[in-house]
């Protein structure tokens, strides 16, 4: 009998298709979990009576947290409300940051991608830059909407990874390219996270925890993108996937 592979749990968006509810993770997301580190993907709903996470830890070997149209409500670190229009998913808030903290503490591998990366942060007690754009001399990392995907998710800015460091023993340290889709980023990084990465302006870019009990990676970019053809994303999603073979 073959061995089972590892178990991927993907925390879903709420959003309304129409005058519906649905529960829904982007596909790119879905297969990079199950081609790129070789596990099989499972998505969470986020419902308004969220599933305990003890449940989920039960029956889940790891978990990706993916990037969204939504942010983290600023309630959750002390932020000033929203500017109209800017979307939230509170549904998605209620399971993501307690379930992030249980499983980090359960030992399980965890992989955050952007707001999965801002959702980590916060879950651990860091803030976020609402508009990173008008923060004194910081970039703007957004996307243009208007260009064809190949060009929004084409590499952006330079990453620089520092040496020692989760990120620098999966790519090695040195200056790497990635892609920019993020309005928002760290403010005040969360005391448990290291600083694995960072852009020319200085935006953090990618976090791991020294004492986490497994693999923990965040990333502000999106390795998901056509993940099969990018070094860097190769590489993050096969550590991924030795680490939940190696934690099952």
Known sequence: MAARKPIVGIPSDHRL????????????????VRDGSGATPLLIPVLANPIPPEELLASIDGFLFTGS???????????????????QDERRD???????????????????VCRGFQELNVAFGG???QHIEEVAGRSDHRENNDAPLEEQYGPAHAISVQPGCLLADILGAGVFQVNSLHGQGIDRLADKLHADAVAPDGTIEAVS????????????????????????????????????????
């Open 209 to 248: 925890m020294p004492d986490a009990r497994a693999y923990l990676l965040g990333v502000q970019w999106h390795p998901e993108w056509q993940w099969a053809e990018n070094e860097v994303s190769r590489a993050i999603f096969e550590s991924f996937g030795e680490a939940l073979i190696s934690a099952s």
């Open 69 to 87: 149209l939504s942010n983290v409500a600023p309630r959750h670190y002390g932020g000033s409300a929203p500017r109209e229009g800017v979307l």
């Open 127 to 129: 803030t976020l830059h």
């Open 94 to 112: 209620d399971t993501t940051l307690p379930l992030l903290k249980a499983a980090i503490a359960a030992g399980k591998p965890v992989l955050c």
């Open 17 to 32: 298709v129409g005058k519906h509810p649905f529960h829904m993770v982007g596909e790119k997301y879905i297969s990079a």
